[in-house]
């Protein structure tokens, strides 16, 4: 065996737009001084992987190794790295960088800096046997966290939390717009803070799993009739879900200071009255994953809570079959990939 | 001359949506514990009345006495009314009552309240030489501020105000965009809470004015090489105008954190790209005039800093010619009629 400062990598990449992924090694970067090797045990899969695959963002380099919800053990780290240690457990999620000394970064608030570095665009990803980045993105895992569950957390969960972080109290009601992979975490979280949770789904056999996940109360998300009930009932409504709804009647469903944020990525833009929002003071937001402050609070409640996606798990040498079944939404709620 | 409490309120009232005003007498009703008669001196014309003599809201009755910009002095109060004397100086806004026992009356947020009782829907407003309401939105004038300066402050100054207090801090470099009765009152509060200030309006003429008010920068509010200019530069934006604009360059104007504020009232739906949203964590909301702490608050503050509209004073007996040059926008900037 060859030491892993010189050894390729072995990975999985896509070589065109849309393309099943095949085994593929690559020479790693030097590693750096505030960089970390890891040695991958398990990754998520999250439908962002399946965009850049498609080139959906127009900004994906092949051959791609996707993968961004990344756990593993520390294999080396740079001279400058003393937060996590070799053999240590830690997690890497969409961003892998950033600038550290903007206004934004020094507030804590690394996801909103100009200069974010991703894991999985423009760089190789967690679809391999290791990987190399900067440490400071890399995060310990509470060891009441297996790694399938916290994989999911680092990217799917980072970003439920972290509208729920900016706008939920416990005695908030919060409302959460499709049961899937965010949508199940948001419920999870949301119940474990303390606040009264109802679930919206197009889907009315998703009730009873809403409510083992933590819902009080179910609704459907396209009967309108059921919409209009819901009237100046909810403090924060947190949409996970991709394809549009009559988005007017979520804003009326807000009490007074109420926020619809939109975590689901919209192709079609939303169109809203203005007047809905004057009357009750209501904000329509939407936020990109967390900081590494919001990050490391996340997988600390997570841990107490014991607060993880509901997962399949399937050898990494099964990814195509994962993605062909991600495609057609196949999964209850998130895959993750394990390096056997 | 009879006494106040049996003589009759005389007052300018339109008879049907659209018309002129004319001369109109009425009962005034019985005076509460908690209410108190004002001796009318001055009321500010806001374009709100224009839409209730218009009956563009479908909520106005007639003989229908427009006016909510109400300054005068105290002669007669209710048993329960101590925080205001007879003969003391006094305003009345939008809102002259609320349940004061809810969850948002209780948090000093009555304007959020289900119940809220606005000054000229339903009830005999300002235009009159007389008034009775509830004393507890009675608000004491500061004598920094003369009648004229204060009387717009009671409606227009608060609806500005308000989205400044949520969501403007000293350091906030904040937009105006609309340079008339709300905007310029916006670009005085702005400047004096120590914010940099950017005007933008669709005539390039006013940027001595905006300039004049207090504004830092001037932008042509349609020039869409020089919103794109704006990109990222601003923390707030409030949206004072009533016709649409390319939202989405506002959107793209904030810097991460930022907030859009649409207190202009707006016809067309506004239409968002989520996508913006989510990259910057921007939100966009809007806000309904003010609770009574943020009324008190606001009067303190444009005392200390001597703000007020710039105002065109007449006789009240000239309403009718004043609301004709308001509806072709002929006023800079408010509107104030004086009982002479």
Request: aromatic share 6%; proline share 5%.
């Amino acid at each position: 065996m060859t030491s892993p400062d010189t050894s390729r990598v072995d990975a999985y990449a896509a070589h065109e737009p849309g393309a099943s992924l095949t085994s593929f090694d690559y020479e790693p970067d030097v590693l750096g001084p505030h960089d970390v090797e890891i040695e991958i045990t398990h990754c998520g899969i999250c439908h962002s992987d399946l965009h850049l695959i498609d080139n959906d963002w127009q900004s994906s380099a092949y051959p791609l190794v996707p993968g961004h919800e990344i756990v593993g053990t520390i294999a080396q780290r740079g001279a400058l790295i003393t937060h996590v240690d070799v053999g240590e457990r830690v997690g890497v999620g969409w961003q892998c960088g950033s600038c550290l000394q903007c206004e934004w970064c020094e507030r804590g608030d690394e996801n909103l800096c100009a200069s974010i570095a991703e894991t999985c665009v423009g760089r190789p990803g967690g679809f391999a046997d290791r990987i190399r980045v900067d440490g400071r993105f890399a995060f310990a895992i509470p060891d009441a966290l297996s790694s399938e569950l916290a994989a999911p957390l680092l990217c799917g969960g980072i970003t439920v939390y972290s509208p729920l972080q900016q706008h939920a109290r416990p005695q908030s009601r919060v409302g959460v717009i499709g049961i899937g992979g965010l949508g199940h975490l948001a419920i999870r979280f949301a119940r474990a803070m303390g606040c009264e949770v109802t679930a919206f789904s197009s889907t009315a056999a998703k009730e009873e799993e809403a409510r083992a996940h933590g819902a009080h109360h179910f609704v459907s998300s396209i009967d309108d009739t059921a919409l209009k009930g819901q009237r100046e009932s909810l403090d924060l409504v947190i949409s996970t879900v991709n394809s549009p709804l009559n988005w007017n009647r979520y804003v009326s469903a807000l009490r007074p200071n109420g926020v619809l944020s939109f975590v689901g990525a919209l192709a079609e833009p939303v169109t809203i009255h203005t007047g809905m929002l004057m009357a009750r003071r209501r904000s329509v937001t939407s936020s990109p994953i967390g900081g590494r402050s919001t990050m490391r609070e996340m997988l600390d409640f997570a841990a107490r809570h014991t607060i993880g996606a509901q997962v399949e798990t399937l050898p990494m040498s099964e990814v195509n079959a994962a993605l062909d079944r991600l495609r057609r939404n196949d999964v209850r709620y998130r895959f993750v990939l394990r390096r056997d």
